[in-house]
């Protein structure tokens, strides 16, 4: 009689080190797992809570010892992850080290009001400043060279400036950036329109005023990332607008229900930017279609102060006078988490980290925080096996999202007492006014006539001018 054994070489089953995971041969036949989706349910709900528990957003409460005063303005290095610049409301500049979370130096007295805005040269070794001065100032980043090569006896000028811009039109400067590609040539927005720079003059080289027609104050400017001589920009008669640098001329301009307080261009979607309103809501646009909102992100109970893209153009964050920090997807209308602090005030800034790993906001109350960008994510070096873990504790979440018990325990926020009440008298409202639709609906009294009533994106944009 002839005999056939199974035989499995002994690498098939023995470990090589005691820390190796023991390898188990399943059938994976669905046939045989009648109960496979109840058990992936139940650690769905077990990864969700997880998410949660571990859920510790604050890294850095307060970088170093902030500012004396608000502040107002931060910026980000587009080829460096370390240096990061703030600026108060009190004229200081101060320049931190993320990585060691230190301050490396600073500038006293930098401008004689508040400071609005920071942007970093392409160099990596200087940064532009403007402010409610009217100078704009370009910096050292490392102020403790620039002292250490006066330290011969001459004068000290550690403290000054490297050069300064002035217009002869313009009282205030509002806004600037730094052009993508040209490392000498930023923008600024002003009291009366924009400037165009050049750093080895003094002077605008290009001023652009009476943007189609209008004298009202531009309150911030961004260059394009892909089309480097288009900008955007945002006014005070609540107009969006966007024109070419190389033909000088405007291109478009919509007109929103109020105020637009900020503007990023979407640094992956090139077409796209978000605008963040006086009305508490967030817009997003396409620079093609201007005539209404691609989608409208709410959440906020007051006016949207900052936003910043994510490198990844994924996500942004914004900052708003409700002292929250929410965290929102490019294609999500609510906020996927919120950050708030008993001590944080009204949030002015707020940055993205160049490896999309923290979020970095200044407020009111003169603090720098540190945050992180995925609220329980372990910080330093995972192993395989967390690593692994993490993927398959997320692909569950992300499957079983849409089922009640999963999406009550991923959604929930603890928010300030507040916040929670303005956010009821918000909903009340809203279902108070569609309630009175209805009823104008149904009570129409003129015959064969029915009656319209705009969305929410028809009635964001009031007018477009071309």
Excluded at 13 to 24: A, L, P, Y
Excluded at 157 to 174: D, I
Excluded at 329 to 338: E, L, P, V
């Amino acid at each position: 009689m002839k005999v056939k054994a199974l035989s499995r070489p002994a690498y098939t089953t023995e470990r090589q080190n005691n820390g190796d995971v023991r390898k188990h041969h399943r059938n994976l036949n669905p046939t045989h797992h009648p109960h496979q989706r109840a058990r992936e349910y139940t650690r769905a709900v077990t990864a969700a809570k997880l998410d949660r528990m571990f859920a510790a957003p604050l890294v850095v409460g307060n970088l170093g010892n902030g500012h004396a005063d608000a502040v107002m303005c931060t910026c980000t290095s587009r080829k460096s992850l370390a240096p990061l610049v703030s600026g108060g409301a009190d004229g200081s500049l101060k320049i931190w080290d993320l990585a060691t979370r230190t301050e490396v130096g600073h500038y006293e007295g930098a401008h004689s009001r508040i400071i609005t805005d920071v942007v970093m040269h392409h160099n990596g070794s200087q940064f532009y400043s403007c402010s409610d001065d009217g100078r704009i100032h370009s910096w050292s980043l490392h102020p403790s060279k620039q002292r250490s090569a006066n330290a011969d006896g001459a004068e000290d000028t550690s403290n000054a400036p490297l050069q300064t811009y002035r217009s002869s039109e313009a009282g205030s400067f509002k806004s600037m950036d730094q052009h993508w590609t040209d490392p000498d040539q930023f923008v600024s927005a002003s009291d009366v329109g924009v400037e165009l720079w050049s750093s080895q003059r003094s002077s605008p080289v290009q001023t652009f005023t009476k943007l189609w027609g209008s004298d009202d104050t531009v309150s911030v400017v961004r260059y394009n990332p892909a089309e480097s001589y288009l900008l955007g920009h945002c006014s005070q008669d609540r107009g969006v607008g966007l024109h070419d640098v190389r033909a000088g001329s405007a291109l478009k301009k919509t007109i929103l229900s109020l105020k637009a307080n900020c503007f990023e261009w979407n640094p992956m979607e090139p077409m796209n930017f978000v605008v963040g309103s006086d009305d508490f809501n967030t817009y997003s646009f396409d620079m093609r279609k201007l005539d209404r909102p691609t989608m409208i992100h709410k959440g906020h109970t007051g006016p949207v102060l900052a936003v910043d893209w994510s490198p990844t153009g994924r996500e942004f964050v914004t900052g708003s006078y409700d002292k929250t920090v929410r965290i929102f997807g490019n294609r999500s209308g609510t906020a996927r988490d919120i950050y708030h602090t008993k001590r944080m005030q009204r949030v002015w800034t707020v940055n993205y980290t160049a490896d999309n790993t923290y979020i970095v906001s200044g407020s009111d109350d003169s603090n720098l925080r540190l945050w992180k960008a995925h609220a329980s994510q372990k910080l330093g070096q995972l192993t395989t096996r967390e690593e692994s873990a993490l993927r398959y504790r997320t692909a569950l979440v992300k499957r079983y999202e849409h089922m009640p018990e999963v999406k009550r325990i991923s959604k929930a926020r603890k928010v300030p007492k507040l916040i929670k009440k303005q956010t009821a008298i918000a909903h009340i409202q809203k279902e108070s006014e569609a309630r009175k639709q209805d009823n104008r609906a149904k009570n129409n009294t003129k015959a064969g006539t029915t009656a319209k009533f705009p969305g929410d994106r028809q009635k964001t944009v009031i007018k477009e001018i071309d």
